[in-house]
């Protein structure tokens, strides 16, 4: 059996105030091609499906479309709910979904329960859990302790083995959250430190997936392998300027009738790549060698001593795909410590002024034109002062 993991569809999230729909309609469409060619059987999606628990009418236009053409491409799909999706909402009519090929595991209640796909070597049981927030999860288990994320999850995942242990065969097992390879809380190593979390998020020890054949695992836009048979698959599309230098695309995962066979990366394609370009702006706006990223998104980094005026709008007379600007100068001027009052004692109307504007920039006082024009508006004010 063929697996095509992928996750973190977030369909609906902006990028810097542009929608990602169009983009992304295109990635699920040439998903979908990769999948009849490269013979693909189901298609995991761990999480993350929308970028909101209440997404808009056109975005379940985008994720129906993308099922639609999957299972008219003969592919059994199965989905799980991350920390954006609202469950119910995901999961509404999943009854009747599921008849067609298209399994939403969505109920938290549910996460013993697979999805059993048969191939010529025998049954595969896919196990989706859905995000287990602890708060909202733990009064429907009132004698188990459930703190952490870690807490839920190593408890779903010991429902998983008991279940799969009368079942038998292969599995795969659908989860969204921060797993790494850390020791059990529990276990001599990891009651060095109790509190495992980053960021406020909880931290999952990967050891809590011990047992399934494969582990699909969603929550981190990047790629990323925790051992051969627990990967993050990244999201399909590009989120944020961070991500520039990351692939795009999927695990194909290949079970044979002793579990996990050969697991390969499937590129998806890229509407528009990401790049960031840092220097002064005039030369980024006049250097022959940023031609090629006339079609990219865009992020600019200015390093000019004096902040440009109205960066932004030349830079994307350039890139017209220019989405984001940070002004980072290369010389930072060392304003001192010196008080406000002792920056103008014993200084002329011309000095404070100079000094004003040297402030402000950066250490550049103004230009020659500039003094100009400022000597005679100081002249002209003491002459209006003087005549009083």
Not at 178 to 206: C, K, N, W
Not at 239 to 244: H, I, L, T, V
Request: charged fraction near 20%.
């Amino acid at each position: 059996m063929r697996i095509l993991h992928t996750s973190d569809w977030h369909i609906g999230r902006s990028f810097h105030g542009h929608s990602t729909l169009p983009h992304l309609s295109r990635v699920l469409e040439g998903m979908t091609g990769l999948v009849v060619s490269h013979g693909v059987d189901v298609v995991v999606v761990a999480g993350d499906i929308f970028d909101t628990a209440t997404p808009a009418a056109e975005n379940f236009d985008v994720l129906t479309h993308a099922l639609t053409a999957l299972r008219d491409a003969g592919v059994v799909v199965v989905l799980t709910s991350g920390n954006h999706d609202s469950a119910t909402r995901l999961g509404f009519q999943s009854g009747f979904a599921s008849l067609a090929g298209i399994h939403v595991l969505a109920r938290p209640e549910n996460f013993g329960l697979p999805v059993t796909i048969s191939d010529q070597a025998g049954p595969v049981h896919f196990y989706g859990i859905p995000y287990l927030e602890p708060a909202m999860v733990r009064h429907r288990y009132p004698d188990e302790t459930l703190r952490t994320h870690a807490d839920v999850l190593g408890f779903a995942m010991d429902g998983i083995r008991a279940d799969l242990s009368e079942r038998g065969g292969r599995s795969v097992v659908i989860s969204h959250c921060f797993a790494v390879d850390v020791a059990a809380p529990g276990t001599e190593q990891g009651d060095v430190e109790r509190d495992i979390t980053s960021g406020g998020l909880d931290i999952v020890p990967l050891s809590v997936f011990d047992g399934p054949d494969y582990v699909a695992l969603g929550h981190i836009h990047g790629r990323a392998t925790l051992s051969e048979r627990a990967r993050y698959s990244g999201a399909p599309l590009h989120y944020s300027f961070s991500e520039a230098d990351k692939p795009r695309g999927g695990w194909l995962v290949d079970l044979d009738e002793g579990g996990l066979g050969e697991v390969s990366w499937l590129d998806f394609p890229v509407p528009r790549p990401l790049v960031v370009l840092t220097g002064e702006l005039e030369h980024l706006l006049v250097d022959e060698s940023y031609d090629r990223y006339l079609d990219h998104w865009v992020s600019g980094i200015l390093t000019d001593q004096v902040r440009p005026v109205d960066g932004m709008r030349r830079l994307q007379s350039r890139f017209p795909y220019a989405a984001h600007l940070e002004y980072r100068p290369s010389i930072v001027a060392d304003a001192g410590a010196a008080s406000y009052q002792s920056r103008i004692t014993a200084r002329t109307d011309a000095q404070i002024v100079d000094g004003f504007l040297e402030f402000v920039r950066n250490g550049a006082g103004p230009s020659e034109a500039e003094t100009a024009i400022l000597a005679e508006v100081i002249a002209e004010q003491q002459a209006i002062e003087a005549g009083k």
